[in-house]
């Protein structure tokens, strides 16, 4: 079969190669997928430049998230069912051997492109918007980085809660993106005057909630409500915050952490509610994973 297999830390993807290796053999408890689709991530980038916490032993395929048709069935798949799931490496394979508890049937109104980007960003973020700030109907929800994976996914299910979305992107092009899925409004977080741009939105009081995969808390903190609550999800900007928290005092506002790749060992009663919820959401129309330009 044909995978990307990597033999040495490499500067970004236009240094991979597709090679030819053995289509893999399955144990007793995992399943054999034919590849259809897989999601790019960010951290697959930092993966395969060795910046990753994970660092696998080379050589190795990278990708973790994929949908697929089984080929040779385990626990309740089938050969021929439609799944996608998740495993550390490996993904970006023609085939790919996972235990079948990684793995979930699609649900029946999304795509194979569509399922491959449903495994990591969504449950983060309904895990960062619901379980962690706690959304209410009609709050104003600011996300940052909204065209992204997981921001996309915020804006949808934000709107599923009946919350007010405000996107903030780096570019105007990505306004209309961000709008087809369901924000209000749209800033450019590049511009200075942004954070005032939002106070104006909210007409003065401030977004109630802040999700932000990007590394933006100390600016965030000019235009978040009273009692407002930040969702700390990443840090794509490359660096770690340091933050003034005389403004958390003074606004009463909760920044909080979200990382969903534990809830399985620290509550992981929460992790088949979740899923439960996402894929009534699917079902119903009300998320679905935005596909740009399917390779």
Known sequence: MRAIVVKNWVKGPADLEVKDIPVPTPRDHELLVRVDSVGANFFDILLIQGKYQIKPPFPFTPGAEFSGTVVRGSGPFKTGARVFGSTPTGAYAEYICVPHEQCFAIPSTLSFEQAAGLYITYPTSFAGLVLRARVQPNEWVLVHAAAGGVGLAAVQIAKARGCRVIAAVGSQEKFNVCRAQGAMHCVNYRDENWTQRVMEITEGKGANVVYDPVGLVE????????????????????????VATNRVLLKNVAVMGVHWGAYARNEPEQVPSVWRELFDMAERGHIVPVVYEPV
């Open 219 to 242: 600016k965030s903190l000019k235009c978040t409500a009273w009692n407002g609550r930040i969702v700390v999800v990443g840090f794509a900007a490359g660096t770690i915050e340091k």
